[in-house]
């Protein structure tokens, strides 16, 4: 099954995502609020799709998205 995972501090915006992928898109989902938090869930498996929230600085985006790149290499 597919994995999605979303990094969303906002917890209105969270919980809508969680819902989203619930009903609509039947993927295994793990939401966290952090790079730190997301960078670790990579630890175990490299998802299909990563959502990142608007209100993260461009910084956690980058460090996420490193992550994702040297994970997916491996």
Known sequence: MSLVLAVEPDAQRADAL??????KVGADFILVTSA??????????V????????????????????HLLLASDA
Do not use: I, N
Not at 18 to 23: A, D, I, K, M, Y
Not at 36 to 45: H, K, L
């Open 36 to 45: 730190y938090a997301a960078v670790a869930a990579m630890s175990g498996r």
């Open 18 to 23: 969680r819902r989203l992928v619930r009903e």
């Open 47 to 66: 998802p299909d799709l990563v959502l990142l929230g608007s209100s993260l600085e461009k910084k956690a985006e980058e460090h996420v998205l490193d």
